[in-house]
């Protein structure tokens, strides 16, 4: 169950992913809490997800085959627990934690180095700037920025 009580059905789990039938990994971030469409919110514990070893060798199986792995707000502490991001440059929205030893933090909406994309959750729209250009290149990425109306 996710936000506003919307659900979806899994066709994979993790184990199913192979890295060769897919370009890039796009980890969204994870909420601190389900809001219910009667106003509720239900807190979520993100350690499960950070733990996941599971995770952790789909997001370093990527990495090692150079594929664009690309993650948002909270999610960029995922690409940390997997040890992708030492020596890297990134953002997020998270603090400086022990996870992010190593690292290179930049103060910006969204940072790209070499294969890995990291954003801040409340700016999305620099993080699908790097996104589209990393995949589909200079030229899309220009159209999209002038349909969203943002600058780099």
Not at 6 to 20: A, E, I, Q, Y
């Amino acid at each position: 169950m996710g936000m506003l009580d919307m659900s979806t059905k899994l066709s994979r789990t993790l184990g199913d992913v192979d890295s060769r039938q897919f370009t890039a990994l796009v980890l969204p971030g994870m909420a601190n809490g389900i809001l219910r469409t009667n106003g509720d919110e239900e807190p979520i514990d993100q350690q499960p997800v950070l733990r996941s070893t599971s995770l952790q060798a789909v997001v370093r199986e990527f990495h090692r085959e150079g594929k664009i792995i690309a993650a948002i707000c909270s999610a960029t502490a995922v690409l940390a627990a997997a040890g992708v991001l030492a020596g890297r440059r990134f953002t997020s929205p998270i603090g400086d934690i022990d996870l992010f030893a190593g690292a290179i933090r930049e103060r910006q909406a969204a940072v790209r180095d070499g294969n890995i994309i990291t954003g801040l959750g409340a700016r999305p729209y620099h993080f699908c700037d790097l996104l589209v250009e990393a995949l589909a290149g200079e030229e899309a990425a220009s159209g999209y920025r002038a349909h969203v109306g943002i600058t780099r």
